[in-house]
Nanobody, 120 residues
Framework: QVQLVESGGGLVQPGGSLRLSCAAS????????MGWYRQAPGKQLELVAS???????NYADSVKGRFTISRNNARNTVYLQMTNLEPEDTAVYYC??????????????WGQGTQVTVSS
């Protein structure tokens, strides 16, 4: 069993900052790429940022220069530092990871989602 548990969402004013965390736990052999997706009301799920096991990041154009993804492999944790937040960033943010367990070489796992609301 593998779980991804997110934390750090909330309400913030435009221009503010938030830091999301996602910790993986369970019968983990290794974790490959990790990332963050988001889904705003009435919109499709979109990739916000991802990071390889070696630490190479990738960002959606809409968040470049404002968001930073990082990971701590020893803690099986991925972070998303969000700065200069805009109302358009309001969404449910989901953590995602490709994880190898003893029985499955690689499978995709999702967190439960955390709400980020940017509003004055």
């Amino acid at each position: 069993q593998v779980q991804l548990v997110e934390s750090g969402g909330g309400l913030v004013q435009p221009g503010g900052s938030l830091r999301l965390s996602c910790a993986a736990s369970g019968d983990i052999v290794s974790i490959n790429a990790m990332g963050w997706y988001r889904q705003a009301p009435g919109k499709q799920l979109e990739l916000v940022a991802s990071i390889t096991s070696g630490g190479s990041p990738n960002y959606a154009d809409s968040v470049k220069g404002r968001f930073t993804i990082s990971r701590n492999n020893a803690r099986n944790t991925v972070y998303l530092q969000m700065t200069n937040l805009e109302p358009e960033d309001t969404a449910v943010y989901y953590c995602h990871a490709y994880i190898a367990t003893r029985f499955v070489p690689s499978d995709a796992y999702w967190g439960q989602g955390t709400q980020v609301t940017v509003s004055s």
